[in-house]
């Protein structure tokens, strides 16, 4: 069963360009969610996040969107840079602190 | 670095056998998170701690454990290990535990179940 669903598993772009990538979800008690960034052989590390009262949240280059009736997030990043290309993970968290992650988008900037 | 460490990083063993993976928060950090990467089933959350106390429970089998020492580091146990096992193991770390806390990640053990 999975709750949070990353549906493009890869994704090719330009760079300078913008990268959308997105993430929908199945469970209506998510109330924050977050995108972590993940380099081969290292951890993933936080990148944005945005709480379920607000819409949109942005941070540099990076910009979370959420549509709470379509149960859908995406995250923008503008302009894309090389350094950006990795695997991108989206999570939702319910009360009780369990936090759920989708399945990884990978992002290569083409210079 | 995101100040998380954890020991070791990799670690092959065989099918039955027992390992402790070990996690050190980052200075501060009272809440620890271990989580599960695998090649078919994605980042899966396992278990959380919160200064010693079990905070909430994700996917974890009845063949893993886990504790959280006084002095704040942890340790995931895996027993019986058989060769679904092998995977990617995170510990993550946040301040407080609270559900708007930033977790920060480790760099992971990877274990390989032969």
């Known amino acids: 069963d999975q709750q949070v669903k990353q549906n493009s598993p890869s994704l090719s772009v330009q760079e300078g360009r913008i990268s959308i990538l997105n993430c929908d979800y199945t469970n209506s008690m998510f109330d924050y969610f977050l995108w972590y960034k993940k380099y081969p052989a290292e951890g993933p590390t936080f990148l944005i996040s945005?709480?379920?009262?607000?819409d949109k949240n942005e941070d540099g280059r990076f910009t979370v969107f959420l549509n709470k009736s379509a149960k859908h997030l995406s995250l923008h990043i503008v302009p894309s840079q090389p350094g950006d290309s990795a695997v991108y993970f989206c999570?939702?968290?319910?009360?009780?602190?369990?936090?759920?992650f989708g399945g990884g988008t990978r992002v290569l900037v083409k210079p | 670095d995101s100040g998380v460490t954890q020991t070791p990083k990799h670690l092959i063993t065989a099918t039955g056998q027992r390992v402790t993976l070990r996690c050190s928060p980052r200075s501060g950090d009272l809440s620890v998170y271990w989580y599960q990467q695998s090649l078919d089933q994605g980042l899966q959350f396992l278990i959380q701690?919160?200064?010693?106390?079990?905070?909430a429970k994700g996917n974890i089998l009845e063949r893993f454990s886990a504790q959280q020492f006084p002095d704040l580091h942890s340790e995931l146990n895996l027993s019986s290990l058989e060769l679904g096992d092998s995977a990617l193991y995170f510990c993550?770390?946040?301040?407080?535990?609270?559900?708007?806390?930033?977790?920060?990640f480790g760099p992971g053990t990877r274990l390989t179940v032969l």
């Open positions: 993550a770390s946040s301040r407080s535990g609270m559900f708007t806390d930033t977790q920060y």
């Open positions: 701690y919160y200064n010693g106390e079990e905070r």
């Open positions: 945005i709480s379920s009262i607000k």
């Open positions: 999570a939702a968290r319910a009360a009780g602190n369990k936090l759920t």
